[in-house]
T-cell receptor, first 111, second 113 residues
């Protein structure tokens, strides 16, 4: 079983839609969670960083962590064509340890 | 503030050769991690360096080795290249071991023929 599971998509939505991206994990020790956006042939760009359970909002992005269900989500409101990219979740038990990444979800926002 | 920079951006090698990839961490960051990202996959942890010492290693063979220098820049060396080593190699820096946020460079894309 993989440490982190992420639906690869592809996901296609119209401009202005709310997008929901999700990851599940198996290691209950994970408590640091990140979401990255990666454009084609570029390095990942950090979008959200959260610790433990709860919600965090930053502009059009909201990250949710449900540790009891081992499930994390990223919501994108008012999606824009520039949001078209691959979204990666990452998580770790400790900041000094390795982060485990999902395989990424490919998102296309259609104008 | 300068972000994470990596060099070279692209390179092509043949099986059995050796390669060195370089990374300059973000200003003020003393921790560097290296990840391998195969096509269509998420990044896989290779190893991490903190203040010039290796601080953890993923499931990669010993022919993957690294260094961190006093200015916190870093190198990744891969010996005896195999076809499966073809991937995007990503360097990420973080402020220190207690700060989890990883800031990635654009990567070095290695093709092994």
């Amino acid at each position: 079983q993989k440490e982190v599971e992420q639906d690869p998509g592809p996901l296609s939505v119209p401009e202005g839609a709310i997008v929901s991206l999700n990851c599940t994990y198996s290691n209950s020790a994970f408590q640091y969670f990140m979401w990255y956006r990666q454009y084609s042939r570029k390095g990942p760009e950090l979008l959200m960083y959260t610790y433990s359970s709860g919600n965090k909002e930053d502009g059009r992005f909201t990250a949710q962590v449900d540790k009891s269900s081992k499930y994390i989500s990223l919501f994108i409101r008012d999606s824009q064509p520039s949001d078209s990219a691959t979204y990666l979740c990452a998580m770790s038990a400790n900041t000094g340890n390795q982060f485990y990444f999902g395989t990424g979800t490919s998102l296309t926002v259609i104008p | 503030e300068t972000g994470v920079t990596q060099s070279p951006t692209h390179l092509i090698k043949t099986r059995g050769q050796q390669v060195t990839l370089r990374c300059s961490s973000q200003s003020g960051h003393n921790t560097v991690s290296w990840y391998q990202q195969a096509l269509g996959q998420g990044p896989q942890f290779i190893f991490q360096y903190y203040r010039e010492e290796e601080n953890g290693r993923g499931n990669f063979p010993p022919r993957f080795s690294g260094l961190q220098f006093p200015n916190y820049s870093s190198e990744l060396n891969v010996n005896a290249l195999e076809l499966d080593d073809s991937a995007l190699y990503l360097c990420a820096s973080s402020l220190d071991l207690n700060t989890g946020e990883l800031f990635f460079g654009e990567g070095s894309r290695l093709t092994v023929l």
